[in-house]
């Protein structure tokens, strides 16, 4: 018992390399840290505690388990993201020296510190209620990694397997697309294992331990996923449709190709210049892994895991259905998700480099030269972020807080009635302070969405305020209809005109942007076609 | 200097200057949120803008409470170091406590027994005011610095010395904060306890002892009557004195006032936390008396346990204004009790008493940050809300048609909105001002509030409103049109005042006040 503590225990140099990696996280996001600021569904749990059932209604029903566990389900400024940290660096550090079973070098600060930091993280950063979660099930995924690696030659081959279902299984319930890094994870060690001449038998023996649990647990979640739905605990939201087998095969090569694409496309906080950088270190890394072996088979068997590579860098998009003609389809497509990125691409880089850095002088001083060019684009980037994160909240609340106050002064205002607020667009001014480079696309939770949804508008516009005046709901009843508004509604300007803003007894109703005008011009224009 | 320090087992070694480095870290951890963001409150406006002077605390009798901040940086409140300079005083003086209290000398012993009393959410009511923070956090420090000397006072050459030096100690400390006189009486009251419970001294011992503390602590306290009544102070509520006829009544409220302490709930500090704090203090001295050998030894326990639990009420004993259950009192008296509890634990050789210490301290601790850090997200939340309602205050007074910048207004403000309990779900029993209920926009500094962030000087901060500022006008504002913000007339401008009504029963009172004219 106590040799397997002293196994599970970490050494000094292991300790060391989480604290470097923890304290340079920590002091790169020291100004989201210091300044506790918001996305935009995160209003209402600030004040309420989140509740272990809350992620139920998009059926993740583990997504509270940390947060309940470690901060009584509140988000709290400053441990919230920092406990976070200490996760996620922690399963960097064990990917590095656990499971991939690297030797620490010199340069592994480096290496670990420029995995840790990619841009990636970023977009986890922009919800507060799921932030330590989210780097949470990268520590779980590791365990699950490790255990399932602890299976083969164990004379506890399901104890292990057990083990890296129930892992396997908590992250997926939190967050599904956690299974990147799983996937990703295990695509490499085999190809780690191809490389030290392993036979095809063997590789097959080795790679069970990682496929029993994943499709267990894919047909658990899929189950609990039916019985909510059927329920109705669970939403049928865009981030929840699946396919079906038959589309899944067929799905195959475009995601792969979409897996490239990406590998290439810029992004908001991931220039061109910088993906390209990444992108020399994944070309040059494959190959090396390819012409390692002169048996023609392990180059066979290596050339078809490098594939399998690709599909796994995407697979929760593989496995997600994005619907046409969708919002989230258009502007946030699961291909080129970020914060699923972030469960796969920093892994592969970590090993990537790692494998480079191992090979002749030139080539390992090369690669080194490339990795510390990314972490310094890393870091740029990182505080890129965090200043539109900063700046772009600041000018929303700062809209809000105007808005507010000439709904307040208005002459119909009467502070003993609630109000529906009908807010006609929203206003996100974060990209304000962003340049955008050529070639960027999407980057909705990085850049794009604002701090506040139209339709949940009585949560940030009673947030501030020291009475609550709106309710529930975003919807005007035709019944309800007066002249006055019937006439403000064929009269509507949009903000700061005068004429933006109506109030009645029941009703606040103002056009933001020219688009919500438009909406609400038509909508008005409907319902008047059906009262005639 | 370092003879000195040795002759008093103050030279730290590696083990004194380990732990105190690490409970340094911890605390501050603790509190890094309100480290950082620079939040002030109600009285601090003026003294943030400005600086601190040396009277400043005159007016209510606290005459030595602005020397710390006059000495260390000028009397400024300077964000970052004001809560580093206060937590380092505090560590310090907890550091003394656990040499005095002779806790077992080892790093995790120390660390766990100076970062428990120090992150108990009692620390936050120090932290509301920052032009306070440092002295009060300090007064700990002196205070026990005192009672440390004094138990040297019986067995040194150095007997004036040391009386002197201590008497000064406890004297400074009752001028910057008089309630400071239950730690002197809670620490000493425990110390008396381990003394006869744990190096089995005798009662002849004990009372030779600490007779020189008490002594120490009595001339200390002449000593600060006397200057009381040599120096000009307004005679504020809080520095009247329960007279001799009524203190045999008092005496007894204390008892139960003192037992009732471990039962309320409090902001941040609700039911289930205080129930973990009172099954520890439960298991502490239960165990103190089955440690005690025989029946005599037993019931004299008691009494002193007893006698530390009242002197954490000393001060609501002696004083008129009610002071019972007010964190910032408790933070001198209560908060050392459930310390003495800790320490009795930690002093137990029983691997039971280790185990249940253990037990206790990987709860109770990281239960404190996590109530830190609620309390202070909460605070920054009213804080900002708050400071939104002023902005959008200022905003109409500027938009108002007779607004000149060049003018000197009288400013009157009808009631206060306190945002902070909007922002707390949870039940207590027992309300606490400091920690979540006083308004940031409160009515007492309008002017000064008005002006902080404004271009213009335009509020008089002397002169209230004025008879001839009633003009018909204003009459019929408050009379017929005035309403409680948000409502557009809750501002009212003329040429020569600014009236603001923020609550509705203030502006009844207003309403009377004028028809009483």
């Given at each position: 018992m106590s040799s397997q503590l002293n196994t599970f225990r970490l050494k000094e140099p292991e300790i060391k390399l989480w604290l470097i990696a923890f304290a340079i996280l920590s002091i790169i996001y020291l100004p989201l840290l210091v300044n506790f600021i918001w996305g935009n569904h995160d209003w209402q749990p600030l004040i309420t505690d989140s509740g272990?059932?809350?992620?139920?209604?998009?059926?993740?029903?583990?997504?509270?388990i940390f947060l309940n566990t470690f901060l009584m389900g509140k988000i709290l400024p400053i441990l919230n993201m920092l406990l976070g940290f200490l996760f996620y660096t922690l399963a960097i550090v064990l990917l590095y020296t656990?499971?991939?079973?690297f030797e620490i070098q010199k340069s592994t600060p480096i290496i670990i510190i420029t995995a840790a930091i990619l841009p990636y993280i970023n977009e986890i950063l922009?919800?507060?209620?799921i932030v330590m979660s989210q780097l949470t099930w990268e520590l779980i995924i590791t365990f699950a990694l490790l255990s399932a690696q602890k299976a083969?030659?164990?004379?506890?081959f399901v104890f292990y397997t057990v083990l890296t279902f129930l892992f396997l299984f908590l992250a997926l319930g939190g967050y599904?697309?956690?299974v990147n890094l799983f996937v990703t994870g295990a695509c490499l060690k085999l190809v780690q294992k191809v490389t030290e001449n392993t036979s095809l038998k063997n590789l097959i023996k080795q790679a069970l331990p990682y496929f029993i649990p994943l499709c267990i647990s894919f047909v658990l979640v899929y189950v609990i996923y039916q019985y909510l739905q059927h329920h109705h605990i669970m939403l049928n939201l865009y981030n929840n449709q699946h396919l079906s087998l038959s589309d899944l095969i067929l799905k195959i090569l475009p995601t792969i190709k979409l897996s490239l694409m990406s590998l290439i496309q810029p992004q908001p906080f991931f220039s061109l210049s910088y993906k390209i950088l990444t992108t020399i270190i994944i070309v040059g890394f494959v190959c090396l892994e390819v012409c390692k072996t002169k048996n023609i088979k392990q180059r066979i068997l290596i050339c078809l895991l490098l594939f399998l590579l690709l599909l796994c860098l995407k697979f929760s998009a593989w496995l997600t259905n994005d619907i046409k003609g969708d919002f989230f389809a258009d502007n946030d497509p699961s291909a080129f998700m970020v914060r699923t990125d972030f469960y796969a691409v920093p892994c592969l880089i970590l090993f990537a480099i790692t494998a480079l850095t191992k090979q002749k002088l030139l080539i390992k001083n090369i690669t080194l030269l490339l990795t510390v060019t990314i972490l310094w684009l890393s870091i740029n980037a990182d505080f890129s972020f965090s200043k539109t994160h900063l700046l772009g909240f600041k000018a929303e609340t700062n809209l809000q807080q105007r808005i507010n106050a000439r709904l307040l002064e208005?002459?119909?205002?009467?502070?003993?009635t609630y109000y529906t607020v009908v807010q006609a667009g929203e206003l996100p001014?974060?990209?304000?302070?962003y340049l955008r480079k050529p070639f960027e696309k999407y980057g909705l939770y990085t850049l794009?969405?604002?701090?506040?949804?139209h339709w949940i508008a009585f949560e940030y516009y009673n947030?501030?305020?020291?009475?609550?005046f709106v309710r529930e709901g975003t919807f005007i009843?035709?019944?309800?209809?007066?002249p006055q508004m019937a006439d403000f509604l064929s009269h509507i300007k949009t903000w700061?005109?005068?004429?933006?803003v109506y109030m009645d007894n029941n009703y606040a109703i103002m056009a933001l942007t020219p688009d919500g005008k438009k909406l609400l011009t038509k909508q008005f224009g409907n319902i008047k076609k059906d009262l005639q | 200097m370092k003879k000195i320090l040795q002759k008093f087992s103050l030279y730290p070694d590696k083990t004194d200057i380990k732990s105190l480095a690490l409970s340094f870290l911890i605390i501050n951890f603790a509190f890094l949120y309100h480290t950082l963001n620079f939040m002030w409150g109600n009285h601090d406006v003026v003294f943030i803008k400005e600086k601190l002077h040396l009277?400043?605390?005159?007016?209510?009798?606290?005459?030595?409470?602005?020397i710390p901040h006059w000495l260390l940086t000028d009397g400024q409140i300077l964000p970052i170091i004001n809560n580093f300079l206060g937590f380092a005083f505090l560590t310090l003086g907890l550091w003394l406590l656990a040499k005095y209290w002779n806790i077992p000398k080892k790093i995790s012993l120390y660390t766990i027994f100076i970062t428990f009393f120090a992150t108990?959410?009692?620390?936050l009511s120090w932290m509301y005011?920052?032009?306070i923070t440092i002295s009060c956090l300090l007064w700990v420090m002196v205070a026990i610095f005192g009672l440390y000397l004094s138990q040297y006072i019986a067995t040194s050459s150095h007997k004036l010395f040391l009386t002197v030096i201590s008497v000064l100690c406890f004297y400074i400390t009752l001028g910057g904060y008089p309630p400071i006189i239950n730690t002197f009486f809670v620490c000493l009251s425990a110390k008396i306890t381990f003394d006869y419970l744990?190096?089995?001294?005798s009662l002849k011992k004990i009372f030779k002892t600490h007779l020189y503390t008490l002594g120490n602590i009595i001339i200390a306290a002449i000593l600060f009557k006397l200057t009381l009544h040599l120096i000009e102070h307004?005679?504020?509520?809080?520095l009247q004195s329960v007279p001799l006829s009524d203190m045999p009544q008092k005496f007894l409220e204390t008892i139960f006032i003192s037992l009732k302490q471990f039962t309320l709930s409090l902001p941040f500090m609700e039911a289930p936390y205080r129930m973990m704090l009172l099954i520890m203090v439960i298991f502490a001295f239960v165990g103190a008396i089955i440690k005690a050998s025989n029946l005599g030894k037993k019931a004299l326990t008691i009494l002193f346990i007893l006698g530390t639990v009242w002197f954490a009420s000393l001060t609501t004993f002696l004083v008129?204004?009610?002071?019972?259950?007010v964190a910032r009192i408790d933070f001198y008296g209560l908060a050392f009790v459930y310390t003495f509890a800790l320490a009795l634990l930690l002093k137990f050789k029983t691997p039971l008493a280790k185990s249940l210490s253990l037990i206790f301290v990987l709860i109770i601790i990281p239960f404190n940050i996590l109530n830190d850090y609620r309390a202070l997200k909460i605070w920054k939340q009213g804080f900002d809300a708050e400071m939104q309602i002023l902005d959008n205050v200022i905003e109409r007074i500027e938009n108002?048609?007779?607004?000149?910048?060049?003018n000197l207004y009288r400013v009157y403000q009808a009631g206060d909105i306190s945002l902070r309990p909007s922002y707390y779900k949870k039940d207590y029993t027992q309300p606490e001002v400091f920690s979540l209920?006083?308004?940031?926009?409160a009515m007492w500094q309008t002017a000064p509030l008005l002006e902080f962030f404004s271009p213009f000087k335009y509020?008089?901060?002397?002169?209230?409103?004025?008879?001839?500022?009633?003009t018909p006008d204003v009459k019929d504002f408050i009379k017929n049109k005035a309403r409680p913000?948000?409502?557009?007339?809750a501002v009212y401008v003329d040429e020569n005042i600014i009236i603001i009504i923020l609550s509705e029963p203030e502006l009844q009172i207003l309403k009377e006040k004028l028809s009483q004219l």
């Open positions: 272990l059932s809350a992620g139920l209604i998009e059926g993740r029903f583990a997504q509270y656990r499971f991939f079973a922009y919800f507060q209620f083969y030659l164990s004379q506890n599904p697309a956690s208005h002459e119909n205002y009467n502070p003993e001014l974060r990209h304000k302070y794009n969405t604002p701090y506040t949804r947030f501030y305020e020291p009475y609550p009843d035709p019944a309800d209809i007066t700061p005109d005068p004429q933006s | 009277s400043s605390g005159l007016f209510e009798g606290r005459f030595t409470q602005f108990l959410p009692y620390t005011f920052t032009f744990f190096e089995n001294n307004n005679n504020v509520y809080n008129v204004p009610h002071t019972e259950y108002s048609p007779k607004f000149n910048p060049d209920d006083l308004p940031y926009f509020a008089d901060h002397n002169t209230p409103l004025l008879l001839n500022d009633i913000w948000p409502h557009r007339n």
